[in-house]
């Protein structure tokens, strides 16, 4: 095992595209497509969790979030705007400068850093909701990974994992559909090998302390050109587990 998790071939991929997070219509269009049910998922999770009131302006104030390879902040600034004090961290120091960019353009407080899970983990910092969104297929040491994700969790705090199956639906239509065929992605977006199952996720969620409390599929329709909750996990994914509280 290695002491890194960074792929410098995925961050250099993704650093080539970072002008690109805040345009709908740019190759980052599918993030912004998918992002109002991966949000209505946190916040419905958060509530529950935490016994917040959804009819607060700031149901999420006082909680501390981390968005885990957060790229442009397309999920750190929901966070800060439902009152959480959210740190968006990230292998490529681009997206992290175009992140810190948008953020005070929005007038949203944001602690943007180029760093990773492992080093935070290492500082010994804690987190209420750890977002693990879209990221571990993307790089090395996916145990060190999800351990240090684990690591980051405050006991009684919750981790959400999403993430593509390792299926052959998955490769016809998030690698060969929504790269060569539809060019909703730019090719080579995705490693299929690199694909984790739920069950793999799950092992690993469970092996460093957490606790599996609910999972759901998520899948694209077309007519209402939109992605939807669904128990079918063969695609797209998300595992949501728990801490248990300090005894």
Known sequence: M?????NDA????????????????????????FNPVRLTYIREA?????????????????????????????????????GATVVGIDAAERNIRIATLHAQQ???SVDYRATT???????????????????????DNVPLYMKSCADLVAPGGLMLTATLNRTARAYALAVLGAEYVLGWLPKGTHDWKKFL???????????????????????????????????????????????PKAS
Do not use: Q
């Open 46 to 82: 958060v509530l529950e969790h935490f016994a917040r009131d959804g009819s607060s302006m700031l149901p999420f104030e006082g909680l501390r979030v981390i968005d885990v390879g957060c790229g442009g902040g397309l999920l750190s600034e929901p966070m800060a705007r439902l």
């Open 197 to 243: 199952t739920p069950d793999e996720i799950k092992t690993l969620i469970t092996r460093n302390g957490l606790r599996v409390t609910a999972e759901t599929g998520v899948v694209y329709h077309p007519l209402a050109d939109e992605w939807r909750k669904s128990p079918d996990m063969a695609i797209n994914y998300m595992v949501l587990a728990e801490k």
């Open 2 to 6: 290695t002491a890194s998790t960074i």
């Open 10 to 33: 995925e961050v250099a991929k993704f650093t080539a595209m970072a002008e690109e997070w805040w345009d709908p219509k740019g190759k980052f269009r599918p993030i912004h497509k």
């Open 117 to 139: 899970s492992e080093a935070l983990a290492a500082a010994g910092e804690k987190f209420d909701l750890v977002l693990n969104m879209e990221v571990v297929e993307h790089v």
């Open 106 to 108: 929005s007038g949203l």
